[in-house]
């Protein structure tokens, strides 16, 4: 059986090492280590089995001595594996370069050149990639055009070497308020990006999307979290803090037959 399918443990990727979030990026401002060592021991405290790690936008030049600045924090403190998320190839390959713990590229999409930019580092630096299905004319809004995308990336990054089984298929989560008629799309999407190799390929969704711009945010969340963990995600970037998003997720993994954990939990 395939390592991907049967008890397959959900990545949980923390998404708060995100110079977006104001105390971030005001940390990575002051160099405040301290700052990001503490956030970053709670989020993995709370559950995290991964963490993105994103200097947030507008910081032009400044992006890759940043990124190598952020990186280095963040491992000094854990062992494990950093998403780098930046669109910019310069800030990857920064953080490429002086990350010690696994890496994940957070991450390419459809477009030539971006392909041809990101494929070759995720070779030469053996890491996993994120391949978002979207291209220069924006993600589409159906499940067949997501799925034409994946599997463009896939077969595009076996030219530089890099293997279906480093790819995590992202199909973009879109705000719920936005695009309503998206959450199920993005769900059958899921579902077809599994069809497109053996072993399938993982995937991956920022959660927290989906619930852009709406009040009760932790709600839409845990709930789309506990329907895409069912479709067979492999992988999401949320807030672990956020206990009933977290138990979502641990109650979808008992319920899944993810764990080992299942006669603790149903006594708890
Ligand atoms: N796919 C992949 N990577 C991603 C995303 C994705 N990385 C970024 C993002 N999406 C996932 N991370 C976040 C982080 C924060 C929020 C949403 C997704 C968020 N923040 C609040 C807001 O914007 O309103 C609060 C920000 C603040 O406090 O200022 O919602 O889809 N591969």
Request: charged share 25%; net charge negative; aromatic share 4%.
């Amino acid at each position: 059986m395939s390592r991907y399918q049967a008890l397959k443990d959900m990545m949980v990727i923390s998404e708060r090492i995100n110079g977006l979030f104001r105390s971030v990026g005001k940390a990575i401002d002051d160099k405040d280590s301290a700052f990001i060592q503490s956030l970053t021991l709670r989020q993995i405290e709370a559950g995290a089995t991964a963490l993105d790690v994103n200097v947030g936008p507008g910081r032009g030049a400044d992006g890759p001595e940043d990124m190598r600045w952020l990186v280095r924090a963040v491992q000094e403190v854990t062992d494990l594996p950093l998403c780098i998320d930046t669109p910019g190839l310069k800030t990857m390959s920064a953080g490429l370069e002086v990350c010690e713990n696994p890496a994940i590229i957070n991450s390419t999409t459809a477009e030539m050149e971006k392909m041809q930019g990101f494929f070759p580092l995720a070779s030469e630096y053996d890491a996993d990639i994120i391949c978002l299905t979207m291209d220069e004319r924006g993600i589409p809004n159906d499940a067949d055009s997501r799925a034409e995308m994946a599997m463009l990336m896939l077969t595009t990054a076996m030219e530089y070497e890099v293997m279906p089984d480093r790819i995590i298929l992202d199909p973009l989560v879109l705000p719920v308020v936005a695009a309503q008629d998206q959450g199920a799309k993005v769900i059958e999407a899921l579902r077809m990006f599994q069809m497109l190799n053996d072993p399938a390929p993982r995937t991956v969704v920022g959660l927290s999307n989906v619930s852009n711009g709406c009040r009760d945010r932790s709600l839409l969340n845990r709930t789309y979290v506990a329907m895409l963990m069912g479709a067979g995600l492999s992988a999401a970037i949320l807030d672990p803090e956020d206990k009933e998003t977290m138990d979502a997720v641990k109650t979808a993994q008992v319920l899944l037959d993810q764990n080992l954990y299942c006669e603790d939990y149903l006594r708890a």
